[in-house]
C-alpha cells in the first residue's frame, strides 16, 4: 500500500515554462487536495476534489489548474510559472469527502521558480 | 484566510519535559486534527478530536477541545528528541456547502537531549 505518491520531488522551472505535478492515490480515497506551504505561512489549500469529475478552488486557486478523471489521480498544473510559486507543494487525501477521517500527505515536491 | 492559529510559535525544552501547543480557531467546525512535520517531510497525522468530544488520548499525546472558547492544546508528555517537529493544528469544517480543512502556521518543537 503505496498511500499518497507525488512526483517529481524536486523541480526547478524557468519562469513562464508550465509543468504538471502529479498526485496518485491507491487508498480508493474520495477526498484529494494540493496545498502549497511557504515560510511562517503553514499550508494553504490550492484546489480540492470530492470525486472523479468534481473539483473546487481553494483558498490560492490563482496559476494552478487541476483535474480529476480518475478516483486515484490528481495532477496539479502551473499554466505559466512565476517566482511567486516557487514553494513546497503537498498533495493529500481522504476517505471521505466530510474529512470525518484521517488526511493522508504525500512527501511533498519542491518547486523553484526563477 | 488561515483558521487555526498555534501557540507558541516555537518551543525549546528538554527531553523528559511536557509540551504543550495551543490552537485557537475562528468559527465553528466538525472536527480538529494535528498534524506532525519533521523538516523536509510530509505531514503525519496524529490525532483527531470531533467537535462533540473535549478530550482524546493516544500514546504519549493528550489533545483537549473547548469549543466555547474555539480552542485546543496539544500535550506530549515525556519528550524525546525525536519529538523535536514542526506541529500544525487542522480544522474542518463546511464553509459555502463544502468541507475544507484549513491549516494554522505551526509550532515548532526543538527537544534537546
Known amino acids: 500500500n503505496a498511500g499518497v505518491t507525488q512526483t517529481p520531488k524536486f523541480q526547478v522551472l524557468k519562469t513562464g515554462q508550465s509543468m504538471t505535478l502529479q498526485c496518485a492515490q491507491d487508498?480508493?480515497?474520495?477526498?484529494m487536495s494540493w496545498y502549497r506551504q511557504d515560510p511562517g505561512m503553514g499550508l494553504r489549500l490550492i484546489h480540492y476534489?470530492?470525486?472523479?469529475?468534481?473539483?473546487d478552488q481553494g483558498e490560492v486557486p490563482n496559476g494552478y489548474n487541476v483535474s480529476r478523471s480518475t478516483t486515484e489521480d490528481f495532477p496539479l498544473r502551473l499554466l505559466s510559472a512565476a517566482p511567486s510559486q516557487t514553494s513546497v507543494y503537498f498533495c493529500?487525501?481522504?476517505?471521505?469527502?466530510?474529512?470525518?477521517?484521517?488526511?493522508?500527505f504525500g512527501e511533498g515536491s519542491w518547486l523553484t521558480v526563477v | 484566510s488561515q483558521q487555526g492559529e498555534e501557540d507558541p510559535q516555537a518551543l525549546s525544552i528538554q527531553e523528559g519535559e511536557n509540551a504543550t501547543m495551543n490552537c485557537s480557531y475562528k468559527?465553528?467546525?466538525?472536527?480538529l486534527q494535528w498534524y506532525r512535520q519533521n523538516s523536509g517531510r510530509g505531514l503525519v497525522h496524529l490525532i483527531l478530536?470531533?467537535?462533540?468530544?473535549r478530550e482524546k488520548h493516544s500514546g504519549r499525546l493528550r489533545v483537549t477541545l473547548d469549543t466555547s472558547k474555539k480552542s485546543s492544546s496539544l500535550l506530549i508528555t515525556a519528550s524525546r528528541a525525536a519529538d523535536t517537529a514542526s506541529y500544525f493544528c487542522?480544522?474542518?469544517?463546511?464553509?459555502?456547502?463544502?468541507?475544507?480543512?484549513?491549516f494554522g502556521k505551526g509550532t515548532k518543537l526543538t527537544v534537546n537531549p
Open positions: 493529500a487525501s481522504s476517505l471521505d469527502r466530510g474529512l470525518w477521517n484521517t488526511i493522508y
Open positions: 487508498m480508493n480515497h474520495e477526498y
Open positions: 476534489s470530492v470525486g472523479a469529475g468534481i473539483t
Open positions: 468559527t465553528s467546525i466538525n472536527n
Open positions: 478530536i470531533r467537535s462533540n468530544e
Open positions: 487542522a480544522t474542518a469544517s463546511t464553509q459555502g456547502g463544502s468541507e475544507k480543512l484549513v
